[in-house]
């Protein structure tokens, strides 16, 4: 089809050609980006954190005051917690995940680093702590009760330095890329190495310190902390039993240690990765439904510039018509010249999406967007356009020659 006179045509109306070029371009540029953040979120959200979660309940209690004699008490809670019907293992830590707290510290393979080769988050833990929270050992092996230190002791002036270590397998290909992390040591700034002894497949840190990035790096400690200074963490036999279990608990806690105070918090882990997610999955649905809006609108922009024109050139038409013009030639040309603006609406929403995600990336350490989202853009928005300028023109088709000459 000779395009010519559709240039002709769109230059007598330039105000509106405009309008919708700018809506295209606008919307393309949004979509680009909210369907790159919304694919964003969802990969967060479907990120594992190595935890059984099912079948984890937290506890936390603190003492009134200056807590006496933490580690007995410690030690008597966790016998009363494992005599509890339907727990299946007891662990005691100084963080979980989606929890309200972090620990963290920078990590390299040498010793004395300027700047860390990466910040990971510090789990404390026994024996009990990678089969409680349900972790996959991928290489190496777990402590062994004499390499478990008391966390009163570690913090004593003089201490011994930690031994060995247990380290996910996303902080071990950070450290050791390439490499067997098993058996080499881990440097956490001056301090003396930690032997590497086991490489976990994944425990994601309580939040995102350091970006999404290192979000699995993680490390866990020999250290036996107190009740004051940690977690609870309850596996459950059966995951039907968790309120159940989580209640009883907290009655054995109360009772094995009245002057303290059961933390708010506590609560079935899986709830707690509900309100830890649910930003997430508001934005999800936010920018979802912001891309549903500006489609919507987009597409009776150009329906209704349509209809406008289509009820403008009744006589052009009637005249086409008259000299030979079949409707499909009729529906062809409209149909051209919404591919016409809406392409060149979509260059320019090419430009302004990447100048978008500029400012994304630099105010909030965002990734590049992928250039499979601006192909994708496109054929959307050009689909969208053919749908939309279809009623129009297909009307403008079935107008009879005759009646649209008498129109005019």
Same mark, same amino acid.
Request: glycine share 10%; proline share 9%; charged share 20%.
């Given at each position: 089809m000779d395009i010519r006179p559709i240039l002709t045509t769109l230059r007598r109306h330039k105000t509106a050609a405009a309008l919708i070029v700018f809506e295209v371009a606008l919307t393309c540029a949004i979509i680009c980006n909210a369907l790159f953040l919304i694919q964003n979120r969802i990969a967060r959200l479907q990120r594992p954190s190595g935890m059984v979660e099912n079948e984890l309940v937290a506890v936390r209690i603190s003492n009134i005051g200056r807590a006496q004699e933490a580690d007995a008490l410690t030690q008597t809670d966790l016998a009363a917690l494992r005599a509890v019907p339907g727990v299946r293992s007891v662990a005691l830590s100084n963080q $979980?995940?989606?929890?309200?707290?972090?620990? @963290?510290?920078?990590?390299? #393979?040498?010793?004395?680093?300027?700047? #860390?080769?990466?910040?990971?988050?510090?789990?404390?833990?026994?024996?009990?702590?990678?089969?409680?929270?349900?972790?996959?050992?991928?290489?190496? /092996?777990?402590?062994?009760?004499?390499?478990?230190?008391?966390?009163?002791?570690?913090?004593?002036?003089?201490?011994?330095?930690?031994? $060995?270590?247990?380290? =996910?397998?996303?902080?071990?290909?950070?450290?050791?890329?390439?490499?067997?992390?098993?058996?080499?040591?881990? +440097?956490?700034?001056?301090?003396?190495?930690a032997r590497v002894i086991g490489v976990v497949e994944?425990?994601?840190?309580?939040?995102?310190?350091?970006?999404?990035?290192?979000?699995? +790096?993680?490390?866990?400690?020999? =250290?036996?902390?107190?009740?004051? @200074?940690? $977690?609870?963490?309850? /596996?459950?036999?059966?995951?039907?039993? /968790?309120?159940?279990?989580?209640?009883?608990?907290?009655?054995?806690? =109360?009772? @094995?240690?009245?002057? /303290?105070?059961?933390s708010k918090s506590n609560d079935t882990v899986e709830n707690m990765a509900e309100a830890?997610?649910?930003?997430?999955?508001?934005?999800?649905?936010?920018?979802?439904?912001?891309?549903?809006?500006?489609?919507?609108? =987009?597409a009776l922009g150009i329906v209704g510039l349509a209809s406008f024109w289509v009820q403008q050139r009744t006589k052009q038409i009637g005249v086409r018509r008259a000299l030979g013009a079949t409707r499909g030639q009729i529906l062809r040309y409209f149909q051209t010249e919404n591919f016409l603006l809406t392409s060149i609406g979509i260059v320019l929403g090419m430009v302004l999406a990447f100048a978008i995600n500029l400012l994304l990336m630099k105010y909030y350490e965002l990734p590049r967007l992928p250039a499979l989202y601006l192909p994708l853009g496109a054929l959307s928005l050009w689909l969208l356009g053919q749908l939309a300028v279809y009623g129009p023109a297909r009307r403008a088709a079935l107008v009879p020659p005759a009646l649209a000459t008498r129109a005019a």
């Open positions: $979980v995940r989606y929890g309200d707290s972090a620990w @963290n510290s920078g990590f390299g #393979p040498k010793p004395n680093q300027q700047v #860390p080769s990466a910040s990971a988050g510090v789990y404390y833990g026994d024996t009990q702590l990678v089969g409680t929270l349900g972790l996959k050992l991928l290489a190496g /092996r777990n402590f062994r009760e004499d390499e478990i230190v008391p966390l009163s002791q570690r913090l004593k002036p003089g201490a011994p330095p930690i031994p $060995v270590t247990i380290i =996910t397998r996303a902080l071990a290909d950070k450290l050791f890329p390439g490499q067997d992390p098993l058996g080499r040591p881990i +440097y956490s700034g001056d301090e003396d190495g994944h425990l994601m840190r309580p939040n995102e310190f350091d970006g999404p990035a290192s979000a699995d +790096y993680s490390v866990i400690v020999p =250290t036996r902390t107190d009740y004051d @200074n940690g $977690v609870y963490l309850l /596996r459950v036999t059966d995951p039907s039993r /968790r309120e159940e279990v989580l209640k009883a608990a907290s009655q054995a806690l =109360t009772r @094995n240690g009245p002057q /303290r105070i059961l830890f997610n649910r930003t997430d999955r508001a934005m999800v649905w936010l920018l979802g439904s912001v891309c549903a809006a500006l489609l919507i609108v =987009t």
